[in-house]
């Protein structure tokens, strides 16, 4: 896909797919949160900007370490075991999050989703996943975790 900088970043925009269709900046930012190819970033000019890090995509490692502590999806009261999740980047990897395993959790599809489309919040400290929810779905955006995963 082909997106400028500034619409990667902030979501805003459209990027253009490889055989012509225009998709969402959001939507881009949402495909390239899974994606094992590194876009290209070109500016205003077409120049490229950043041809990406190395390590988007979760080495088995840190893979095996996420499953040790998630046991699963992270989300709150989702019993999804480990296969059927991939590790979510909680500062996400194109704001320069780390793929490291301080900095990405279990989720599974529909609540990877529901993350990026609804916009949760996700802190990790002392190993504990911690979801905030948007304020449409709890204005006092208490702490919540997974019981059946810490």
């Not at 996420?66 to 075991?81: K, N």
């Not at 989720?107 to 948007?134: K, Y």
């Amino acid at each position: 896909m082909t997106i400028d900088w500034d619409a990667l970043r902030t979501g805003l925009g459209a990027a253009v797919l490889d055989y012509g269709q225009l998709i969402s900046a959001g939507d881009a930012r949402r495909l390239a949160c899974d994606c094992k190819l590194i876009p290209v970033v070109l500016g205003s000019d077409s120049e490229p900007l950043d041809v990406g890090r190395a390590m988007r995509t979760v080495p088995l490692g840190i893979r095996r370490a996420l499953i040790a502590r998630d046991r699963g999806c992270s989300y709150p009261g989702c019993d999804r075991p480990p296969g059927l999740c991939a590790a979510h980047h909680v500062r996400h990897w194109i704001d320069l999050g780390e793929t490291k395993v301080g900095n990405c959790c279990l989720l599974c599809p529909a609540h990877h989703q529901q993350v990026h489309l609804q916009g949760w919040d996700i802190t990790i400290t002392g190993g504990r996943v911690e979801f905030r929810p948007p304020t449409i779905i709890d204005p006092d955006r208490r702490p919540l975790t997974n019981p059946l995963r810490h």
